[in-house]
């Protein structure tokens, strides 16, 4: 968690859509039309919203050449990187332009039914989720920014059990990631897992803080599946100038 700049830029960037089908643009580097998939990388980075480094975020995102990019804290001042992103990640929706928002999806696979839920629209956290096909099956992905525990342990811990009924309702495979602001040993955690029924990544991989000191101390990122899926490798990056370490998980389906 970090608190937003003061500074609000309006306008949105979000690339142009129908109402179900994101249908991109740029280059799809042949790894989506006539392939039969049955996994894919999916990159879970929180940037940090002071992060101005944006040579080193884009950096990482190309080390990593994951499938699926989730940003979070990817407001204003990170949207000069929206143009090389779309030229590996086609397909796309964020709230860049929002603070108390700033979430981004990028995909090399074409996204249906995308849902961009910004704070206040409802009583759960800032949220995307979208659709991709994988093999036969069709895979939800949802990305959330749950608030920290410095607003109250009350609206940690309601965001998530919020989070954990809207994952718990949905059909067919699902991974659910993002800065979720717990860790493995919290109530909010423990109930999050158990209600949403999701399977939780299984390692303890400390995110955050990367500063002041080098080595993060805690792992408030998380990666959940459904039982439909699950996880070939599970590691964390560099920080490329963020406070949080990201998450680049390989999800196969069973």
Known sequence: YSAAPAAQTAGSTMTPAAEKVDEGNGDQ?????????????????NTYNYNSDLEAVWSEVRRHDADVVLMIEFGPNKKPL???MLQRYP????????????IALFSRLPMHNIELVESGEDDGPRRISAKIALGK?????????????????????AELD??????????GPMVVAGDLNTTIWAHSFDNFRRKSGLSHMGHLIPTWPVSPLPLPQIGIDHVFLSPELRLTEIAAGDAAGSDHLPLIATIMLR
């Open 29 to 45: 580097s042949g790894r989506i039309a006539g392939q039969r998939r049955d996994q894919f990388k999916l990159l879970a980075f």
């Open 137 to 157: 099956q069709v895979v939800t992905i949802i990305g959330s920014h749950i608030l920290s525990p410095n607003h109250g342990p009350q609206a940690n811990f």
């Open 162 to 171: 919020f989070l954990a009924n809207l994952a718990r309702e949905r059909d």
């Open 91 to 102: 397909f796309h929706k964020s709230c860049d332009y929002d603070w108390d928002c700033a």
């Open 82 to 84: 929206i143009p090389r």
